[in-house]
């Protein structure tokens, strides 16, 4: 079994639409969670960081299940802008590595 | 603030060249160091990590090595190149273990071998 395993997609969705994308990880000492976004042929770059009270930043919203061993990303009102690979990234507790999801491709369509 | 610096952008090199790719971060004080490659349409495969000067961990056995001669440097080499060492190298840098805190990418280095 893969440490962080993501749907690779890819989700078509038009725009305005609201969209979920779930990680799951196996790890349950993972102790840091983050969603990265990466548009192609660049590098990621940070969407946000992931608590476990779940936390939200304008349209996006994450979310932390430590019982099931999975985090969520919801995207409301999709933008064409926001089409680009969203990774799911583990950082376990006291470790300096940090685990990546191959990433879960998002296309808004007009 | 912290910014990174990681170049050449792109790089064509021969079968059996030799390779240095150099990373830079600025503005933070003893960061951890990483060095991944990305194959196409592939996720991000971790090559090394350095958590002090002169400090190398190696996560996946090949041709390619890594240094850390400075405390805000990284370089990655190989004394001879393989088709199979083309991709996109991505250095990043976090702070601390136990930190909670996230990786930072620099603009990465897109390597194709002849």
């Known amino acids: 079994r893969k440490e962080v395993e993501q749907d690779p997609g890819p989700f078509n969705v038009p725009e305005g639409a609201t969209v979920a994308f779930n990680c799951t990880y196996s790890n349950s000492a993972s102790q840091s969670f983050f969603w990265y976004r990466q548009d192609c042929r660049k590098e990621p770059k940070l969407l946000m960081s992931v608590y476990s009270s779940g936390n939200e930043d304008g349209r996006f919203t994450a979310q932390l299940n430590r019982a099931s061993q999975y985090i969520s990303l919801l995207i409301r009102d999709s933008k064409l802008s926001d089409s680009a690979t969203y990774l799911c990234v583990v950082n376990p507790a006291g470790t300096y590595k940090y685990i990546f999801g191959t990433g879960t491709r998002l296309k808004v369509l007009a | 603030s912290q910014t990174i610096h990681q170049w050449p952008a792109t790089l064509v090199q021969p079968v059996g060249s030799p390779l240095s790719l150099e990373c830079t971060v600025e503005?933070?004080?003893?960061?951890?160091l990483y060095w991944y490659r990305q194959a196409a349409g592939r996720g991000l495969q971790l090559l090394f990590y350095s958590v002090g000067i002169g400090q190398i961990s190696s996560e996946v056995p090949q041709n390619l090595s890594a240094s850390r001669p400075q405390d805000r440097q990284f370089i990655l080499s190989s004394k001879k190149l393989l088709l199979s060492d083309s991709g996109f190298y991505l250095c990043a840098w976090s702070v601390g273990v136990y930190s909670n805190q996230p990786q930072h990418f620099g603009d990465g280095t897109r390597l194709s071998i002849l």
């Open positions: 503005g933070t004080s003893n960061p951890n």
